[in-house]
């Protein structure tokens, strides 16, 4: 099936022959679905601190801040500002001139609003000899829209979501990107220095090293700190094989086998390569103004005081366990796996001095999640593990057998979702890193249908960063406001109260 000239693409990339194999049968077998005990909920594997227990977390943090500890903010920012604009594409190869969807109407009825209309106006200018202003007074508004997306233009189609002008600060406006380098110096900052990551695509890596160099000084001095910006790019050994719908290897014109990205679970072997004693992840669009950040700032550095606490804990039971427990130490410590990780026993047999320590002996992870109000996307659940155990897991709708009603009605009546609110702990009680890898389920991937050049194909999803790629992590859910989360997903998002 595969041919020398198979074998030698599949090594450039950096990836084995046995891992396509594994990949091909992928494609024929599938992915379980996950079984589900329930929706996690307030009381029942989500944590809601009262004002006194909240004051004590973010305590904690600032001391565990103020020892020197090394912490870096990871922001996956790879993804191209395209779907953002769905509607405004629509809108100019619409066989109509004037604003006639909802949509439309909005956008042009506000666009006075927009962070980048200073930008756009002066592009409008250049392009057309015409001001925004002017041109919608002739009934040209193909022409603001084609200025906004087009490479001579603005080109807010191609640019990174993390590139574009979010935020209007008197004369000046903000990317996202600078958003988080503000939010890093507010609740992440140690030693002085903000370290930030942004995971980038290859072909946006110039644009994001510019803006930062551009930027960062002139933020540097207004918080009084240092910034240490780094980048990464997806890497191609992560990418995974296409497949023809019989399962065997898709190919293009040349012959060549097709390889796809592997999803945002590729990251995983990025923040593998990060050296720091706690990692912050959130996506690169959920940003708001100045503002507006007293809220994400108090429960960042909540959810990281609940983080740096538990760490503790499970530092000291792991140092008990290798001195020697007694029967009621063991039973103290099999609680605190129990109630304190939400890791249950599948039976009261299992618990030995060797499960407790392979439970506590792991990365540690704390996650924000915010009560459902109908956006797509995953939520917090119980779930089974696959040595019999449940534990807190964030799943997608893809993972979850849409045939069970009962998993099903879990899955819609859910509290709470997952914002992507992550603060991560990844050294072990020895000081030596975790090789995060290792505890990736890699049952969890899934299947999705695409096509390239009219062709259909299947494509395969490694398991998710902050899914399947985290599964056998110690995860503990906090609820946080809904005001922490301010996603965009379309450009008129920008024109919420939360973005203004």
């Known amino acids: 099936m595969l ?8 090594a450039q990339k950096g990836i084995t022959e ?11 077998t599938g992915f379980p679905f996950l ?11 989500i944590m809601a601190p009262t004002d006194e227990e909240r004051k004590a977390y973010i305590a904690a943090w600032e001391k565990y801040k103020a020892d020197g500890h090394t912490i870096v903010k990871f922001v996956p920012a790879s993804g191209a500002a395209s779907r953002m604009f769905k509607d405004m594409f629509a809108f100019v190869s619409a066989p109509y001139d004037v604003p006639t969807t909802d949509f439309e109407k909005i956008f042009f009825a506000h666009i006075e609003s927009f962070a980048f209309y200073g930008a756009l106006d002066e592009a409008c200018r250049r392009n057309e000899g015409k001001s925004i202003s002017q041109l919608i007074a002739d009934g040209n508004y193909k022409a603001v829209a084609s200025n906004m997306l087009a490479p001579e233009g603005l080109n807010y189609g191609q640019l990174p979501k993390g590139m574009l ?3 209007r600060y008197g004369d000046d406006a903000r990317t996202p990107m600078e958003e988080h380098l503000v939010e890093a110096a507010l609740y992440a900052a140690s030693d002085g220095e903000a370290r930030v990551h942004f995971t980038v695509s290859h072909e946006h890596m110039e644009f994001f090293e510019k803006k930062v160099a551009e930027k960062k000084d002139a933020l ?11 980048f990464s790019e997806q890497k191609p050994s992560t990418d995974t094989i296409a497949a023809n719908a019989d399962g065997t290897p898709f190919r293009n014109d040349d012959g060549s086998l097709l390889f796809r990205p592997g999803g945002h679970g590729a990251l995983i072997q990025n923040l593998n390569d990060i050296k720091a004693d706690v990692v912050f992840i959130k996506n690169i669009d959920n940003v708001v103004p100045d503002r507006l950040k007293a809220d994400t700032v108090e429960y960042k550095q909540l959810i990281a005081g609940v983080l740096v606490t538990l760490q503790q804990k499970a530092f000291d039971c792991l140092r008990k366990l290798d001195a020697g427990v007694s029967a009621d130490e063991l039973k103290e410590i099999a609680d605190f796996v129990e109630n304190g990780l939400c890791c249950k026993p599948a039976t009261t047999t299992q618990i030995t001095a060797d499960y407790l320590r392979a439970k506590l ?16 996307g995953g939520g917090p659940f119980l779930t089974y593990n696959q040595d019999g155990t449940v534990s807190p897991q964030i799943l997608e709708s893809s993972q979850i057998d849409k045939s069970n009603e009962a998993y099903t009605r879990m899955f819609t009546s859910g509290t709470h979702f997952n914002p992507v609110d992550l603060v991560c702990a990844v050294k072990d ?6 090789n995060l890898p290792d505890f990736v389920d890699p049952t969890t991937g899934f299947i999705s249908s695409k096509s390239k050049n009219g062709r259909e194909l299947k494509a395969l999803e490694l398991p998710g960063l902050w899914n399947g790629a985290m599964s056998n992590w110690n995860t503990v859910f906090v609820e946080v406001p ?16 939360q973005h203004q």
């Open 35 to 45: 079984k589900l005990e329930a929706a996690a909920a307030v009381g029942n594997g």
């Open 18 to 28: 046995e891992q396509i194999k594994l990949q091909l049968e992928q494609f024929k």
């Open 482 to 497: 809904l005001s922490t989360f301010n996603p965009v997903k379309t450009v008129n998002d920008l024109l919420r109260e």
């Open 361 to 376: 002996n792991r990365p540690m992870r704390v996650c924000g999640m915010v009560k459902n109000v109908g956006e797509p």
């Open 220 to 230: 540097a001095e207004k918080y009084g700190i240092s910034y240490d910006i780094s």
């Open 3 to 10: 041919s020398q000239q198979d074998l030698r693409q599949i």
């Open 429 to 434: 009680y020895q000081g030596q890193h975790f």
């Open 165 to 167: 002008l979010f935020h």
